[in-house]
């Protein structure tokens, strides 16, 4: 156990430090981001996220349920749809404000702009942390499997490289704002905490879980498509005649594939 949590703190803090190092961008761009780029910021972190839900999660997910004589198909349905309602309900009553938009969800609240929109994108890192720490506790419970380990170290490749253009869409809008560069900067990277808590404390509760670690992986993967259906994809304006949010997408995508067959 202690090395599946100095696994997923390693791996969690990985992520954490590429969020940190996309929410330098405030200090690049000076003036207003290009819409160009922050579709595909958003895109290809969508991307990531799809093809990590279904290779790094869904297929695991399957695969343990089998081996623990579940009902596999019930296990990945039963998970992934726990997981939606985890973030629909989170999404519900959390106040948030996603970029572009002029009026907040969740429940009614005087926060300012800034911080509502701080926790929209700490919504996003909620599921991406979870699914890190969850294959860092497989890979420690079945004594550092290789298989394993190459799967949980692909997804944290996966996520930490997709955090880089997530956190500059966080501390980008902030600065366009009317936020200072370094104010921007430190609440872009604090967005980025979410996934080493929850990912750590995922494997704190990792033993006494395991008859569900196929629900959880599931549960996961729900959460993250969430995420991109309800979120990423819409603010990537992906209906819209351009090709540069799609083919980052499709990027993205590709990248997490091959890392987690590369590596899985």
């Known amino acids: 156990m202690e090395q599946a949590l100095l696994w997923a703190a390693l791996g969690t803090g990985f992520t954490f430090l590429m969020t940190t190092l996309g929410a ?40 343990r349920a089998e081996e623990a004589g579940q009902v596999p198909w019930l296990a990945a349905a039963g998970g992934f749809a726990l997981g939606v309602a985890f973030l629909m309900g989170l999404h519900s009553l959390l106040p948030h404000l996603h970029p ?77 704002e009317g936020m200072s560069a370094p104010k921007a900067f430190a609440m872009g990277a604090l967005s980025g905490l979410a996934e080493p808590v929850f990912g750590v404390l995922v494997v704190l509760g990792a033993t006494a879980l395991v008859p569900w670690m196929p629900w959880l992986l599931a549960f996961s993967a729900g959460a993250m498509m969430y ?31 091959i890392l987690d067959v590369a590596l899985g």
């Open 100 to 176: 572009g938009e002029k009026s907040p969800e969740g429940l009614p609240s005087r926060w300012q702009r800034p911080t509502l929109l701080f926790t929209a994108v700490t919504l996003h890192n909620i599921p991406e942390g979870m699914s890190v720490g969850l294959l860092f506790a497989m890979a420690g419970l079945n004594g550092g499997d290789p298989a394993m380990v190459g799967m949980a170290v692909a997804l944290a490749l996966g996520i930490g490289i997709q955090n880089v253009p997530e956190g500059a869409a966080v501390s980008l809008p902030m600065l366009q």
């Open 24 to 63: 330098a961008a405030v200090f690049l761009f000076r003036g207003r981001s290009s819409a160009v780029a922050q579709r595909v910021f958003l895109g290809f972190a969508a991307g990531v996220m799809i093809a990590a839900s279904v290779w790094s999660l869904l297929i695991p997910a399957i695969e």
């Open 227 to 257: 995420v991109v259906v309800e979120e990423l994809i819409p603010e990537a304006h992906l209906g819209e005649h351009t090709n540069a949010g799609t083919l980052a997408v499709m990027a993205g995508f590709l990248l997490m594939m």
